[in-house]
Nanobody, 126 residues
């Protein structure tokens, strides 16, 4: 089992940057692909980015491609989301999630991910 704790959210001006972190407990962290999702009020949870267990493969939502970068440090049991050029449409609660594989669901589907953090709020002021 994996427990996930996000941090790094906050208030930033449009065009600014934030780096989110997700610390994982458990010795098997390096075997999980990790994803970031976000959910704004009144909207469904949406895929943001994903990194493979080896950090060699990354995927991004079109809306963040070129602005956000996902990375991981398996030695520190941590996954990161560097967010640059934040826009008014980016505010949401951001969640990290762990995928142990085998579900057959698409990688952008929240139900594919087995473990979730509690989320961290990102707010962007214009």
């Amino acid at each position: 089992q994996v427990q996930l704790v996000e941090s790094g959210g906050g208030l930033v001006q449009a065009g600014g940057s934030l780096r989110l972190s997700c610390a994982a407990s458990g010795r098997t962290f390096s075997s999980y692909a990790m994803g970031w999702f976000r959910q704004a009020p009144g909207k469904e949870r949406e895929f943001v980015a994903r990194v493979s267990w080896s950090a060699t493969i990354t995927s991004y939502a079109d809306s963040v491609k070129g602005r956000f970068t996902i990375s991981r440090d398996n030695a520190k049991n941590t996954v990161y989301l560097q967010m640059n050029d934040l826009k008014p449409e980016d505010p949401a609660v951001y969640y990290c999630a762990a995928d142990s594989g085998g579900s057959g669901l698409r990688i952008k589907t929240p139900s594919r991910y087995h473990y979730w953090g509690q989320g961290t709020q990102v707010t962007v002021s214009s």
